[in-house]
T-cell receptor
Framework: EAGVVQSPRYKIIEKKQPVAFWCNPISGHNTLYWYLQNLGQGPELLIRYENEEAVDDSQLPKDRFSAERLKGVDSTLKIQPAELGDSAVYLC??????????FGEGSRLTVL | GQQVMQIPQYQHVQEGEDFTTYCNSSTTLSNIQWYKQRPGGHPVFLIQLVKSGEVKKQKRLTFQFGEAKKNSSLHITATQTTDVGTYFC???????????FGKGTLLTVNP
């Protein structure tokens, strides 16, 4: 069974440029999460979806971040415009109901 | 909001020594999960604890959930170099079952 797939693995952009990350969760997992992880820190939740519905986006900086999961399967996370402080690893995870999270490899963003 | 604190932040041990990391939540949890992240990797699920006072073992790893469901611990007996990595606890609580991660404990093992 395929795991959570994320792309791109690495992205380097200049500040003020837009960037988008894509995630394909494990088949059948209704819950999808986007986390941000800074070096030496734990994952911090940005948004959680139950199917197509964003049930927790309280930590998403909505002035520059947006996310969508239109058909309740794959999801995209966008940052526009990116700032230097956005450099981090963006992790996507999926789970069935309230079980264990399966994480993707992550997308490492560097903003110059 | 819900906060999950983990100590210590770092732990360096000689191979064969024991290791323990502690997790404390500011609120009562529905359950707690533990993850391991190898250097350069992504978090990988280890276990979930649900019941008050629950103790679970996986080979050399022992996980405990406190009676008040606000704290937890992970104990590794006789560490090996393969145990190197960062161990995160993640507590689930609140009306929306939010999963909040601690900052993790980085374990290094000297062979």
């Amino acid at each position: 069974e395929a795991g959570v797939v994320q792309s791109p693995r690495y992205k380097i952009i200049e500040k003020k440029q837009p960037v988008a990350f894509w995630c394909n969760p494990i088949s059948g997992h209704n819950t999808l999460y986007w986390y941000l992880q800074n070096l030496g820190q734990g994952p911090e939740l940005l948004i959680r979806y139950e199917n197509e519905e964003a049930v927790d986006d309280s930590q998403l900086p909505k002035d520059r971040f947006s996310a969508e999961r239109l058909k309740g399967v794959d999801s995209t996370l966008k940052i526009q415009p990116a700032e230097l402080g956005d450099s981090a690893v963006y992790l996507c995870a999926s789970s069935s109901e309230v079980g264990e999270l399966f994480f993707g490899e992550g997308s490492r963003l560097t903003v110059l | 909001g819900q906060q999950v604190m983990q100590i210590p932040q770092y732990q360096h041990v000689q191979e064969g020594e024991d290791f323990t990391t502690y997790c404390n939540s500011s609120t009562t949890l529905s359950n707690i999960q533990w993850y391991k992240q190898r250097p350069g990797g992504h978090p990988v699920f280890l276990i979930q604890l649900v019941k008050s006072g629950e103790v679970k073992k996986q080979k050399r790893l022992t996980f405990q959930f406190g009676e008040a469901k606000k704290n937890s611990s992970l104990h590794i007996t006789a560490t090996q170099t393969t145990d190197v990595g960062t161990y995160f606890c993640a507590g689930r609580g609140g009306s929306n079952y939010k999963l909040t991660f601690g900052k993790g404990t980085l374990l290094t093992v000297n062979p």
